[in-house]
């Protein structure tokens, strides 16, 4: 129980904090560089084609900007206290204690940290999987990509539970998130072939020390160097093909066609482009605060929690989805893909039938 205490502790502290201070900027941001942008955009007349990239609201300039500023410091700061985790020795003792819960649900000790990165960024994390062991890698990217809210998703949830005037559904929303997480692995992965096939149990008990400065300061750079040279600029792409689908008119078609899909869990067809943008990027379920929150306001506390959930657990965003199948191939990428799918909107509407 205090592993599990400390590994969620590991998280939850620099995610608030990321959370405070992203909160406390992004309006600094928005009236120092994204505003004086756009009226310079405008200024100079640039034509339509060429502002929506930009400017527009999924622009370089301006999404790309706030997904920066949303991304980077819970990145930074997870990073800071994996790394401390990882050089005092508390990493492999709470990866022994958690061995057994783990190898209930299909992975092993080696899987926990890139779980616990993924609360930062999944990408990265994804990445940091080639430390799991062969046989329950798949199994703990497709925990990653269900159960480990990125720093979009987790600044997009709260910002649309506070925006319904329900900012007490957060919590029970992260519970819910690792108890089916943890469903969603064993019922895809725990009995398999992986599962018989993983390491043995930890028996020794990691030494513990004090942890260096220097060595903290390359962990947490090579975690940033990732970022920042791998995931920011798949991020950026995204932009600019996100921008072009809208002014082409195909996310609006597809929000069309997903529209009677919504009825089976009890949602407004008005939230179907959100769940459509939620799909390129976690934080387009932010599309639900579009006429100031008047989509938002109009769903009982039942219906922005199950809107949440779909939006955040439907699919991985599509920079993961690449990096998946980059890292494990284009099939397990579509597996993972489907499989999530299936397993988020039977949970959603299980919780609509309560």
């Known amino acids: 129980m205090l592993a599990a205490l400390l590994a969620v502790g590991m998280f939850a502290g620099p995610v608030y904090l990321a959370w405070l201070a992203a909160t406390w900027l992004q309006p600094v941001v928005e009236r120092e560089l994204i505003a004086p942008l756009q009226s310079l955009a405008v200024a100079l007349s640039l034509p339509h084609w060429l502002q929506a990239p930009l400017t527009g609201g999924y622009g370089l300039l301006t999404l790309g900007v706030y997904s920066f500023l949303w991304a980077f410091p819970v990145v930074l700061l997870v990073g800071i206290s994996v790394a401390m985790v990882e050089e005092t020795g508390l990493k492999d003792r709470m990866a022994s204690a958690l061995d057994p819960w783990l190898r209930r649900i299909g992975l092993d000790s080696r899987d926990l940290m890139p779980v616990l990165t993924g609360y930062g960024c999944n990408v990265v994390a994804v990445h940091q999987s080639r430390a799991c062991g062969a046989c329950s890698r798949r199994a703990c990217v497709s925990l990653i990509a269900f159960g480990s809210a990125c720093s979009y998703q987790i600044g997009a949830s709260l910002s649309l539970f506070g925006s319904a005037g329900r900012p007490g559904l957060f919590l029970p929303y992260l519970l819910l998130l690792f108890l089916v997480g943890g469903v969603h692995t064993r019922l895809w992965h725990g009995r398999g072939h992986d599962q018989r096939q993983s390491t043995s149990p930890l028996t020794e008990r990691a030494f513990l020390q004090w942890p260096s400065a220097r060595a903290i300061f390359w962990r947490v750079r090579a975690i940033l160097k990732q970022f920042l040279l791998q995931a920011m600029p798949l991020f950026l792409g995204i932009c600019v093909v996100a921008a072009a689908l809208e002014q082409l008119g195909v996310l609006a078609h597809l929000g069309q066609w997903l529209a009677p899909a919504l009825r089976w869990v009890g949602l407004p067809v008005d939230a179907a482009p959100a769940l459509v943008f939620s799909i390129i990027r976690k934080d387009g379920m932010l599309a639900l605060n579009a006429a100031d929150g008047a989509i938002l306001h ?28 980059r890292e494990l191939g284009w099939r397990t990428a579509w597996q993972l893909s489907w499989r999530q799918m299936a397993t988020a909107v039977g949970s959603a509407i299980i919780l609509a039938n309560l």
Request: a neutral charge; glycine letters at 10%; proline letters at 0%.
């Open 298 to 325: 109009g769903m009982s506390g039942m219906q922005v929690f199950i809107a949440v959930w779909l939006m955040s657990t439907f699919s991985a965003c599509l920079v993961t989805l690449w990096t998946v199948g």
